[in-house]
């Protein structure tokens, strides 16, 4: 195999993947394509979207499988506990994948994906994207199941302190097999503005889902108070959801419809160019990992403006930022702020400190570090694994370490009916480079 | 060292006709045969007979009615249809060059059907990766001129890559295209980007 000594075969598997657009979905895609650079070889396995079905190449012969199993609720795959084993086992054996990285603990795919990958011995790694409740009933469930998956998980990642803390609350792991690798920004698709922008109108951007966890309730109060105290404030709001009605009811009760913009959804190429056109960035958003959404405004040059919920505060430098609580009268006052230090801001000195400070070829070598330090783990039978499960609780313990052994009883029926050697390996694909004459 | 023109595994055999017609190179056919057991269609017509027997046993010594002697000839023929006669025993592909191709389907009851694509029409043969909720493995398809969908060379069969490989390149050789991949004897492949 022409494949060099320290160069890993990685399968990340998600529910969330291109053609849809999101945090993690950029996530995965960034991190492969920064894994490809450093040598490494990575797939991507996901469900089918609509007529997306079956084996895609992307960027730099980047391999997507998109299973065609069909999404049930939000995205996610219909959980069907061994339904993937078959297609997993093939996936694992076919491109001779040596480590397992599941994203987000809200796709099924992924939990099942782990699951089965241990079964069959292979190294697994999780990352969390999310912050999660745990008093609804939906939490209490979903968190579970992440306890199942999480319990003989290899290595975690999380993206911030905050996300760790509520990863290792949730799921019992223990913290030393947790490590913080927070997201990035593509630096070189954020950009500020050749020009500086006039101080006059002040604009401030928001960009976000318009639903109820992103706080547009809070834009709601908000937006007309500023209105009223700043006479040459605008806003520019760009994105759509259920609370988008309540905004425009808002613009039409205030008479505002000549300072606050409302774009709809904004296709994430457009998003610099919405950015570029503000001076101020308002993120009201109720509970965040991380908020890669101020990430890509300060890389444009835009002051932020934010709750201070979850892993904000460890996203920025104090000086790039006001936080607030997640309260009107707080939020008004730190925009009052932001005003007042809006001329001492340089955009072209803030995207440089952002390049310096934030980029992917930096992630995908800190989680280079953890999958050599993952395949380093022992390789422990079925029966070593089993005592993990059981201090998930009285009774889910001894029902997970069921599902297990169920889980390897049909890896080895499996392999009575189609042994490993029967599965053709995918021959590698060596890229030889075109000669621009 | 093995006959180049044979390759054979657990499932399936690969018989490459190149030598068989004169002048040579003129027809090239490419077999793939699917192992026989002698036992299978003895086994089969055993069972069938059986039944039979036993219905009309039944007919003849209990009074069962005679419907019981037509339903057992209805499952016998059901029987044999499945096992033995709608399976496909062999799938051809003959390339003639300058003409076309000709795919063919050789059933177990002796049926055989074929279609020709004329050398016009036929864009490029293609190995694709296909995936089912199950499984994932490689299939020969041709793209043809006008047609949205892609056809199969092999309609039932799945033969391993080392037997689609020889067919795909004499494919690509009668349809005239280069190949986007060189494909070498370690099973590395070498591609353009």
């Given amino acids: 195999m022409e494949f060099k000594e320290g160069r890993h075969r990685i399968l990340m598997v998600s529910d969330f993947f291109y053609p849809n657009f999101g945090g993690v979905e ?61 297609i997993i086992r093939t996936i694992l054996i076919r491109e001779k994948i040596s480590l397992v990285h599941g ?79 927070p997201n990035a920004v593509d630096t070189t698709m954020f950009k500020p503005a050749p020009e500086r922008l006039s101080m006059d109108p002040i604009v401030i951007v928001v960009i976000s889902r318009l639903v109820y ?148 070829h930096d992630v995908a070598k800190r989680t280079e570090i953890l999958y050599d330090r993952a395949l380093r783990c022992s390789n422990q039978t079925l029966l070593e694994r089993l005592p993990r499960y059981l201090t998930c609780g009285a009774w889910a313990g001894k029902l997970f370490c069921l599902v297990m ?9 499996l392999q009575l009916w189609q042994p490993d050697s029967e599965v053709e390996t995918v021959p590698d694909f060596k890229r030889t480079e075109l000669k621009r004459g | 060292m093995a006959d180049p023109s044979i390759i054979s595994n657990a499932r399936f055999i690969y018989v490459n006709d190149n030598h068989k017609f004169h002048p040579p190179h003129s027809v ?10 002698v036992v299978k269609p003895i086994v089969i017509y055993l069972i069938a007979l059986l039944l039979v027997a036993h219905a009309v046993f039944l007919h003849f010594e209990k009074g069962e009615p005679v419907t019981a002697v037509i339903w057992s000839f209805f499952f016998g023929a059901v029987l044999v249809k499945f096992f033995i006669w709608r399976p496909i025993v062999k799938e051809s592909v003959i390339i003639m060059p300058e003409f076309g191709v000709q795919l063919e389907t050789h059933y177990g009851s002796g049926r055989i059907k074929r279609r020709f694509i004329p050398v016009s029409k036929n864009l490029k043969p293609v190995l694709n990766e296909h995936v089912t909720p199950v499984t994932c493995c490689w299939c020969l398809s041709l793209l043809i001129r006008d047609e949205n969908e892609l056809t199969l060379v ?24 280069k190949e986007s991949f060189e494909f070498q004897e370690d099973g590395q492949a070498r591609g353009l980007y």
């Fill in chain 1, 213 to 360: 966890r992103k706080g547009a309730d809070l834009l709601v109060e908000v937006i007309p108070e500023v209105c009223h105290l700043y006479p040459n404030v605008r806003f520019i709001i760009g994105g759509d959801g259920p609370k988008r009605v309540r905004l425009e009811e808002m613009r039409e009760k205030h008479s505002l419809q000549d300072r606050v913009d409302m774009l709809g959804a904004v296709p994430h190429a457009k998003v610099r160019s919405v950015l570029n056109s503000g001076h101020i960035f308002l993120n009201s958003s109720l509970t965040e990992a991380f908020c890669i959404a101020i990430l890509e405004a300060a890389s444009c040059g835009l002051l932020t403006v934010s709750t201070r919920v979850g892993g904000v505060p460890e996203v920025l430098p104090d000086d790039m930022t006001v936080l607030a609580k997640p309260d009107p009268s707080d939020m008004v006052d730190a925009i009052k702020k932001a005003i007042r230090i809006l001329p001492r801001i340089d955009p072209q000195e803030m995207h440089l400190r952002m390049k310096e400070m934030y980029s992917w």
């Fill in chain 2, 28 to 37: 090239d056919s490419h077999h793939i045969i699917v192992h026989r057991s």
């Fill in chain 1, 26 to 86: 950029n996530h995965i895609y960034l991190l492969s394509q920064c894994l490809l650079k450093l040598g490494h070889k990575v797939v991507v396995m996901t469900h089918a979207y609509a007529n997306r079905s079956g084996v895609r190449y992307m960027t730099n012969g980047l391999k997507v499988y998109y299973v065609p199993w069909k999404p049930f609720l939000m995205q996610n795959t219909l959980p069907t506990s061994y339904g993937t084993l078959p």
């Fill in chain 1, 405 to 413: 052994i169920i889980d390897f009883i049909l890896w080895r029926l």
């Fill in chain 2, 154 to 177: 092999f309609k039932k069969f799945r033969p391993p890559l080392k037997m689609l490989v020889p067919i795909w390149k004499a494919l690509c050789a009668a349809t005239d295209c």
């Fill in chain 1, 103 to 181: 994203h987000q603990a809200f796709s099924t795919l992924c939990h099942e994906a782990l699951m089965h990958a241990r079964t069959m011995g292979y190294k697994v790694i999780f990352t969390d994207h999310s912050l999660y409740g745990f008093s609804d009933i939906g939490s209490i469930h979903m968190n579970k199941v992440l306890q199942f998956t999480l319990a003989d998980v290899s290595q975690a990642i999380c993206v911030s302190h905050t996300s760790k803390e509520n990863t290792v609350l949730r799921s019992g792991l223990p913290p030393e097999k947790v490590f913080v690798i």
